[in-house]
């Protein structure tokens, strides 16, 4: 079946423009995950959505970042008035149980953000 | 708190060993090991849970010590196809709620 994607997979901004990336897990999955990778640098969680629950948003970097998901599939994280400093790679990933830590996380191809 | 991993880089020779660590200050529920090559998402490798398991993909193996907490990844007769960098990645249950969180990563190459 169809993996996890996201778009656009490169996106270049102006400073201080928003920006939407998208992610659509794969079907079926419950938890969805988005971290930041910055160049040559290890993986930054962002925040997750289990099911219905609330999301944990406790690795959004600022209020300029937020993160949605619509009917338990695709996700939207937004990123506001872009600085310099978010210019990453921003990784999606699923996973199909409703208990977290049991099971792999499939990543997506990831979007890579330069913010001029 | 980020889990710590050593080596941060190791250079290995075609059927040479190594050993990449991953240590925690925090309980670990349970440990997954992912392998990212240079502009690719990272890719699963396997995943052990609290007690002691110890996985098996291919030549490369992992332990998971709750005691120490702290977890191992074993790669025998490394393969060209290894390089990379590994990433551990550690659950941990807090005050109900399950926290996932990536180490800092293991940079490995194989050379012919």
């Known amino acids: 079946g169809a993996g996890v994607s996201q778009s656009p997979s490169n996106k270049v901004t102006e400073k201080g423009k928003d920006v939407e990336l998208r992610c659509d897990p794969i079907s079926g999955h419950t938890a969805l995950y988005w971290y930041r990778q910055s160049l040559g640098q290890g993986l930054e969680f962002l925040i997750y959505?289990?099911?219905?629950?609330?999301?944990?948003k406790s690795g959004l970097p600022s209020d300029r970042f937020s993160a949605e998901r619509t009917g338990g599939s695709v996700s939207t994280l937004t990123i506001q008035r872009t600085q310099q400093e978010d210019s990453a790679v921003y990784l999606c990933?699923?996973?199909?149980?409703?208990?977290?830590?049991?099971?792999?996380?499939?990543f997506g191809p990831g979007t890579r953000l330069t913010v001029l | 708190q980020q889990p710590v991993q050593s080596p941060q880089a190791v250079i290995l020779r075609e059927g040479e060993d190594a050993v990449i660590n991953c240590s925690s200050s925090?309980?670990?529920?349970?440990v997954h090991w992912y392998r990212q090559k240079h502009g690719e998402a990272p890719v699963f490798l396997m995943i052990l849970l609290k007690g002691g398991e110890q996985k098996g993909h291919e030549k490369i193996s992992a332990s998971f010590n709750e005691k120490k907490q702290q977890s191992s990844l074993y790669l025998t007769a490394s393969q060209l196809s290894y390089s990379g960098t590994y990433f551990c990645?550690?659950?941990?249950?807090?005050?109900?709620?399950?926290?996932?969180?990536f180490g800092t990563g293991t940079r490995l190459k194989v050379l012919a």
């Open positions: 990645g550690l659950g941990r249950l807090t005050s109900g709620t399950y926290k996932y969180i």
């Open positions: 959505f289990q099911g219905n629950s609330a999301p944990d």
């Open positions: 990933a699923s996973s199909p149980r409703t208990s977290g830590g049991r099971d792999t996380q499939y």
């Open positions: 925090k309980a670990l529920y349970s």
